[in-house]
C-alpha cells in the first residue's frame, strides 16, 4: 500500500493535473448520485400521478351493456394492448341476450348476437349488475362493482364466469397485458 501512495505523490508531482482530476470525478460523482436521488422520486410520483388518471378517465353514457363493453375493448387506454392479443372470443349473456365478442387473427374487434360454439369463456351477468355497470362513471368504478358481485354473489345480483379453455393458453394470447380482459376474465383465476 505504502508503494501505492507513493507513487501517486511522484506523479503529483510530475504531472500537475492528476491531483485536481480525481477531485473532479469525485464531486462529479456526488452531483450525479444527488441528481439521480432526485430523479427516482420524480418518476415515481409522475408515475403515481398517471396510474390514477389512466383508471379515472369518464366513460361516457351508454344505454346497452353492449355499447359498453365495445367502447371498453376500442378504448386506448382500458383496452391497451388488445391489438397484440391473437385471437380472442368472449361470449356473455346479460339482459336476456347472448351477445360475444371476438377479435379474429390479425382482424378487428366485432360484436355479434347469439350463441357461439368455441368462445374462450362465458360471462353471465344479472340484469341488476348490468344497471349498476351501466351507471358506473369510470373504469375503476366499473372494476369495483364487477368484482364485487363475482366474489360475493347476492340474490338477484351475480357475475359468473366460466372459463373454457386452459387458462396458460389464454394468458399467452395476451388476456393478461389487457386491462379489460384481465378483468373480465383474469378474476376468475
Same mark, same amino acid.
Given at each position: 500500500?505504502?508503494?501505492?501512495?507513493?507513487?501517486?505523490?511522484?506523479?503529483?508531482?510530475?504531472?500537475?493535473?492528476?491531483?485536481?482530476?480525481?477531485?473532479?470525478?469525485?464531486?462529479?460523482?456526488?452531483?450525479?448520485?444527488?441528481?439521480?436521488?432526485?430523479?427516482?422520486?420524480?418518476?415515481?410520483?409522475?408515475?403515481?400521478?398517471?396510474?390514477?388518471?389512466?383508471? #379515472?378517465?369518464? +366513460?361516457?353514457?351508454?344505454? =346497452?351493456?353492449?355499447?359498453?363493453? %365495445?367502447? @371498453?375493448?376500442?378504448?386506448?387506454? &382500458? #383496452?391497451?394492448? +388488445?391489438?397484440?392479443?391473437? =385471437?380472442?372470443?368472449?361470449?356473455? %349473456?346479460? @339482459?336476456?341476450?347472448?351477445?360475444? &365478442? #371476438?377479435?379474429?387473427p390479425l382482424g378487428d374487434i =366485432?360484436?355479434?348476437?347469439?350463441? %357461439?360454439?368455441?368462445?374462450?369463456?362465458?360471462?353471465?351477468?344479472?340484469?341488476?349488475?348490468?344497471?349498476?355497470?351501466?351507471?358506473?362513471?369510470?373504469?375503476?368504478?366499473?372494476?369495483?362493482?364487477?368484482?364485487?358481485?363475482?366474489?360475493?354473489?347476492?340474490?338477484?345480483?351475480?357475475?359468473?364466469?366460466?372459463?373454457?379453455?386452459?387458462?396458460?393458453?389464454?394468458?399467452?394470447?395476451?388476456?393478461?397485458?389487457?386491462?379489460?380482459?384481465?378483468?373480465?376474465?383474469?378474476?376468475?383465476?
Open positions: 500500500m505504502s508503494r501505492f501512495f507513493r507513487r501517486k505523490k511522484t506523479d503529483k508531482k510530475d504531472d500537475g493535473t492528476a491531483d485536481a482530476e480525481p477531485i473532479d470525478a469525485a464531486e462529479a460523482e456526488i452531483v450525479e448520485d444527488e441528481e439521480s436521488g432526485d430523479a427516482p422520486d420524480a418518476v415515481e410520483e409522475s408515475a403515481a400521478e398517471d396510474v390514477p388518471t389512466v383508471r #379515472g378517465d369518464t +366513460i361516457p353514457y351508454h344505454s =346497452e351493456i353492449q355499447e359498453r363493453l %365495445m367502447y @371498453m375493448f376500442n378504448d386506448s387506454s &382500458i #383496452g391497451a394492448g +388488445i391489438e397484440g392479443t391473437d =385471437e380472442f372470443y368472449i361470449e356473455f %349473456m346479460a @339482459m336476456g341476450e347472448r351477445f360475444w &365478442i #371476438g377479435k379474429a =366485432e360484436i355479434k348476437t347469439g350463441a %357461439m360454439t368455441d368462445q374462450d369463456a362465458h360471462v353471465r351477468i344479472a340484469n341488476d349488475v348490468v344497471s349498476d355497470l351501466l351507471s358506473a362513471a369510470n373504469f375503476a368504478e366499473f372494476s369495483k362493482i364487477y368484482l364485487q358481485y363475482y366474489k360475493s354473489a347476492e340474490a338477484g345480483k351475480f357475475v359468473k364466469i366460466e372459463v373454457r379453455k386452459p387458462i396458460t393458453d389464454l394468458n399467452r394470447r395476451g388476456y393478461a397485458r389487457v386491462p379489460i380482459m384481465k378483468l373480465l376474465i383474469g378474476s376468475a383465476r
